[in-house]
């Protein structure tokens, strides 16, 4: 069993910058493959941005450039640095993680981009 926290979440202005941060428990987190989601209202859940064990990441194409992931195996955690963030980016982020056979959800982190 895996524990997922999100943190970081928040309001913020057009073109500023946010960090989201997911901390797991209950297992060797380096084994997991790390990713971020998000979903706004009226819409299905989309993959933003994921990290293997081997730190091999993908962006979806919309946060290409502006969104960089990262993780800390010795912090169990992975970061999403979110950068010259957009109306478009407010959403409930969530965190997961998974194996070929398993996966993990955290419970969400609410971002809003509005002046």
């Known amino acids: 069993q895996v524990q997922l926290v999100e943190s970081g979440g928040g309001l913020v202005q057009p073109g500023g910058s946010l960090r989201l941060s997911c901390t797991a428990s209950g297992q060797i987190f380096s084994f997991f493959t790390m990713s971020w989601y998000r979903q706004a209202p009226g819409k299905q859940r989309e993959l933003v941005a994921q990290?293997?064990?081997?730190?091999?990441?993908n962006y979806a194409g919309s946060v290409q450039g502006r969104f960089t992931i990262s993780r800390d195996n010795a912090k169990n955690t992975v970061y999403l640095q979110m950068n010259s963030l957009k109306p478009e980016d407010t959403a409930v982020y969530y965190c997961?993680?998974?194996?070929?056979?398993?996966?993990?959800w955290g419970q969400g982190t609410q971002v809003t981009v509005s002046s």
């Open positions: 997961k993680a998974s194996t070929f056979a398993l996966e993990y």
């Open positions: 990290i293997t064990s081997g730190g091999n990441t």
